[in-house]
């Protein structure tokens, strides 16, 4: 297990861009697949985006590709998701998650740590 502390949500508005961050403890953070998940007010939690251990492969949900990039630091034990171009669809709760399993990286059963969410608001 690792333990995931979100942190860069906010208020925005339409058509601007935040930067959201996870930290991860422990000196095995290189070893994990990292995902972004958010939850809409009042629907299932969903896959965001995902970066495998070396940052040189990643995966993106359709609603977000072109607009959010997953990206690591793994000397920071740090990922990150950019995301640029916010829609108010893109109002959730997200969260942060490690994955010490090699495959399906966009389905929540493969992540074993969660962080405790940050909350994006974007408004209209």
């Known amino acids: 297990q690792v333990q995931l502390v979100e942190s860069g949500g906010g208020l925005v508005q339409a058509g601007g861009s935040l930067r959201l961050s996870c930290v991860a403890s422990?000196?095995?953070?290189?070893?994990?697949?990292m995902g972004w998940f958010r939850q809409p007010p009042g629907k299932e939690r969903e896959f965001v985006a995902a970066i495998r251990r070396s940052g040189d492969t990643t995966y993106y949900a359709d609603s977000v590709k072109g607009r959010f990039t997953i990206s690591r630091d793994n000397a920071k034990n740090t990922v990150y998701l950019q995301m640029n171009s916010l829609q108010p669809e893109d109002t959730a709760v997200y969260y942060c998650?490690?994955?010490?399993?090699?495959?399906?990286?966009?389905?929540?059963?493969?992540?074993?740590?969660w962080g405790q969410g940050t909350q994006v608001t974007v408004s209209s």
């Open positions: 422990g000196r095995t953070f290189s070893s994990y697949t």
């Open positions: 998650a490690a994955s010490g399993l090699p495959g399906a990286p966009s389905q929540q059963w493969s992540f074993g740590s």
